[in-house]
């Protein structure tokens, strides 16, 4: 039987250990409904766990983590940039407000490895361009040939202006070195970038291990951030 099961962990990008843009964006992030599931980069599990980003927010990082040498856990990182405060507009209507937006970051994450948590990780991170951050909009797996546990990812990706900018060429892979079997690349639709994992996994005889991954893509975009505070039209 299939299942679906979730664990969220909400946590900001510092403690998450991964890297956290210092500066202050000036384009918002924004999301919408788009085409949903794609197909899966390896293979189908018995089980599967699905990570799903909050409103507003996109994937750019999943760290990996195996025991005993079975994948049991991943961490999607979703990023965002948002208006986080608005400071009162002074008596007389001067100054105007001041408008802060800053990187929102959360993690979602599937563990499964029992009972102590995962003796070696892989991180997979868009690196950033400047203040600005990549989010991704394809992913491809491999597996180890025989028991076709995850063994390896790569995500492309892409920056977000008035739509994602299509096959720009940005890449971040990490891999076990015993995995031998290259699996699909799984891409987005033109204009959509990754806002959920859907992660594929088995148990049995060789513990509970991971075995794919398929994306949920939505529409993305980035828009200016306003000095009353709102957001330019599309």
Not at 52 to 73: E, F
Not at 131 to 155: F, M
Not at 229 to 234: M, N
Request: glycine share 12%; proline share 9%; hydrophobic share 40%.
């Amino acid at each position: 039987m299939r299942t679906i099961a979730g664990m969220w962990l909400a946590a900001t990008l510092a403690s998450a250990s991964l890297p956290l843009i210092q500066s202050t964006p000036r384009l918002l992030t924004r999301t919408e409904v788009g085409s949903g599931w794609q197909g899966i980069s390896g293979g189908a599990g018995t089980d599967v766990t699905v990570l799903m980003a909050p409103p507003n927010h996109v994937l750019g990082a999943l760290r990996l983590g195996d025991q005993n040498d079975a994948p049991c856990y991943l961490r999607a990182h979703f990023w965002s940039v948002a208006v986080v405060r608005q400071e009162a507009t002074a008596p007389g209507g001067e100054p105007p407000p001041t408008i802060v937006a800053l990187a929102v970051d959360s993690t979602d994450a599937f563990d499964a490895c029992r009972p102590d948590h995962a003796a070696s990780v892989l991180d997979v991170t868009l690196p950033p361009l400047g203040s600005r951050r990549y989010a991704a909009d394809a992913l491809q797996t491999c597996v180890r040939r025989g028991d076709g546990a995850l063994g390896g990812i790569t995500l492309w990706g892409a920056l977000l202006g008035r739509g994602p900018t299509p096959d720009i060429g940005i890449a971040a892979s990490a891999h076990r070195p015993d995995c031998d079997v290259p699996q699909r690349k799984v891409s987005c639709p033109v204009g959509e970038v990754i806002t959920g994992i859907r992660i594929e996994h088995i148990s049995d005889g060789l513990g509970r291990r991971i075995t794919g991954l398929a994306p949920h893509c939505a529409r993305a975009w980035a828009e200016p951030v306003t000095p009353a505070g709102s957001t330019s039209p599309r």
